[in-house]
């Protein structure tokens, strides 16, 4: 069974710094380009970050490029999202996400979320 | 404001067909790049509803179709249930963005 485990959510101040990790299991981790999802409170999810399945390639929404910097260890099936100069409209539930072997940009397993509160 | 344009809410008796819309435009949808669809139940993550615009994954039922035609997309529901009471999302490429784009979300009620 695939499973993604989220974990590192909290509540920072404007400015801060978090790191997110994300645990994976159930399915050859090396072999899938795995994303990064957030979704604001009442909103729609919004597309943050990714990584080719060997770690070769990054990719970033404009909101995230220069301030988060996603990384993966294969040999740990851990994938991460170092955030730092975090404003408020960063607030949301952070997804793990898996990318579809078959289909790019198709996100077929979806972890439990953390929560990221960026407030004083 | 979404890239993708979906209605915020639609409605339906059990039993009843519902369709949700979703619109793009020559970077993404027009563009040639397939379309996904999500549900999402309160408090829980997204779901891969349809993949590659028409596409059901294993163990979603029939009753859920999608299809695609130029720049817009469809998610067609039949025979409606009350479990299918959820949010739905569309996604896909942007080119011009250089990611995944997704649609501000759809509520499904059923009366």
């Known amino acids: 069974e695939v499973q993604l485990v989220e974990s590192g959510g909290d509540l920072v101040q404007p400015g801060g710094s978090l790191r997110l990790s994300c645990s994976a299991s159930?399915?050859?981790?090396?072999?899938?380009?795995m994303h990064w999802v957030r979704q604001a409170p009442g909103k729609g999810p919004e597309y943050v970050s990714a990584?080719?399945?060997?770690?070769?390639?990054?990719y970033y929404a404009d909101s995230a490029r220069g301030r988060f910097t996603i990384s993966r260890d294969n040999s740990k099936n851990t994938l991460w999202l170092q955030m730092s100069s975090l404003r408020p409209e960063d607030t949301a539930v952070y997804y793990c996400?898996?990318?579809?072997?078959?289909?790019?940009?198709?996100?077929?397993?979806w972890g439990q979320g953390t929560l990221v509160t960026v407030s004083s | 404001q979404s890239v993708l344009t979906q209605p915020p809410s639609v409605s339906g008796a059990p039993g009843q067909r519902v369709t949700i819309s979703c619109t793009g435009n020559s970077s993404n949808i027009g563009a040639g790049y397939d379309v996904h669809w999500y549900q999402q139940l309160p408090g829980t993550a997204p779901k891969l509803l349809i993949y590659g615009n028409s596409n059901r994954p294993s163990g979603v039922p029939d009753r859920f179709s999608g299809s695609k035609s130029g720049t817009s997309a469809s998610l067609a529901i039949t025979g409606l249930q009350a479990e299918d009471e959820a949010d739905y999302y569309c996604q896909s490429y942007d080119s011009s963005l250089s990611g995944a784009v997704f649609g501000g979300g759809t509520q499904l009620t059923v009366l």
């Open positions: 990584m080719s399945s060997n770690g070769g390639n990054t």
């Open positions: 159930g399915f050859t981790f090396r072999s899938y380009v």
């Open positions: 996400v898996r990318e579809s072997n078959g289909y790019n940009w198709a996100y077929d397993y």
